[in-house]
């Protein structure tokens, strides 16, 4: 075992960070082919939602998404753990439950030795042991930079499937994980963080967002999905966007982890978040720089953004605790209007 190793050496980007900015992709994803309707394909694209859903007529939904990166700790089992959590997410997120996972795996066999390599793929196993879930194949390549990820395949009542586009005016916005992963990952990536303070950003990104499929049966809850790549406010935006709604996020109000301001000032800003605020940074009021570093910080693995109507927080609150989460609302959503899409106060 080679514990010398430091895997965000190997890599130019970082976890969720690595994702092509939203304005970008958006292009990307332009085509000029006719759009071919299927009608058994409830959720694709279109709304930007976390994973694809595919009716099989008995009222469930087979769900299938992909989610892979490069590094952003040293740890061989941790990124493994870290990268499959991250992929899982998509599922719950969507109100389903994971049925299997396969493996997408990249690795500089020129550099990095075999055994490294299998504490990723260990990391990423025990992740799905957790999930309940097998680990059950893959694919794999010689690559420039280490990579690794799952695609995933689960199941949810159509009933109860979590889309972008479900949210309404005069709810409650609750966020489950705390914001800064993105910060912190790149102090340590800089050489600048203290060695504990790593590890709340370590916790957060290895825990499962398990509770989403026990939030989407609740009649309160209109629109879920997890925080990632484009920060806090690409993703509301994204709900914003779909539901034809506005939103006031409450910046003091957002959970962050701990020394998140403390390496903000010493300058750890991803380059993700700086992507992140040319891409959508005119949909948003006016904010200072703290909080737009913050808002916009890439997350990898976060937590999950729930759209809860105000008769359904007591039910929300009581499966959060459950879960061991005490959650206050971090901003409401607002019918449509010529303001800003998302407000911050």
Same mark, same amino acid.
């Given at each position: 075992m080679e514990q010398s190793v430091k895997l965000t050496e190997?890599?130019?980007?970082?976890?969720?960070?690595?994702?092509?900015?939203?304005?970008?992709?958006?292009?990307?994803?332009?085509?000029?082919?006719?759009?071919?309707?299927?009608?058994?394909?409830?959720?694709?694209?279109?709304?930007k939602d976390d994973a694809a859903a595919f009716d099989?007529?008995? +009222?469930?939904?087979? *769900? &299938? $998404?992909?989610?892979?990166?490069?590094? =952003?700790?040293?740890d061989a089992f941790t990124f493994g753990k870290i990268a499959a959590t991250n992929a899982l997410s998509d599922i719950y997120a969507m109100g389903g439950r994971p049925l299997m996972a396969i493996s997408i795996f990249g690795w500089p066999i020129d550099k990095l030795s075999a055994d490294v390599a299998q504490q990723v793929i260990d990391g990423g196993r025990a992740v799905c042991e957790d999930a309940g879930i097998p680990l059950a194949g893959g694919h794999s390549i010689d690559s420039p930079e280490p990579i690794f990820g799952l695609a995933a395949t689960g199941l949810v009542d159509n009933k109860n499937l979590m889309t972008n586009d479900g949210a309404k005016a005069g709810c409650k916005?609750?966020?489950?994980?705390?914001? +800064?992963?993105?910060? *912190? &990952? $790149?102090?340590?990536?800089?050489?600048? =963080?203290?060695?504990?303070d790593i590890e709340p950003a370590i916790e957060a990104m290895t825990t499962l967002n398990k509770i989403g499929a026990d939030l989407a049966p609740l009649?309160?809850?209109?629109?879920?999905?997890?925080?990632?790549?484009?920060?806090l406010l690409g993703h509301l935006t994204e709900i914003c966007e779909a539901s034809g709604i506005n939103a006031r996020v409450l910046f003091n109000k957002v959970p962050l982890l701990p020394k998140v301001e403390h390496y903000r000032q010493l300058g750890c800003i991803p380059g993700g978040a700086r992507k992140n605020f040319a891409?959508?940074?005119e949909k948003i009021s006016e904010m200072t720089q703290q909080q737009r570093e913050i808002l916009c910080d890439a997350q990898t693995s976060g937590g999950l953004l729930v759209i809860v109507k105000p008769e359904g927080v007591d039910a929300f609150k009581k499966v959060a605790s459950e879960y061991g989460f005490d959650l206050e609302p971090i901003g409401e959503t607002l019918p449509k209007n010529d303001g800003p899409l998302v407000e911050v106060v």
């Open positions: 190997y890599s130019h980007g970082a976890g969720c960070g690595c994702k092509i900015s939203p304005m970008l992709l958006d292009e990307i994803l332009e085509t000029t082919r006719e759009n071919i309707v299927y009608p058994e394909l409830l959720v694709g694209n279109s709304n099989l007529g008995n +009222g469930t939904s087979v *769900l &299938s $998404t992909t989610d892979f990166f490069m590094p =952003i700790v040293d916005i609750f966020l489950t994980k705390p914001l +800064g992963i993105g910060i *912190l &990952s $790149t102090a340590q990536k800089q050489k600048k =963080i203290e060695e504990d009649d309160g809850v209109v629109a879920m999905t997890d925080v990632t790549g484009f920060g891409s959508y940074g």
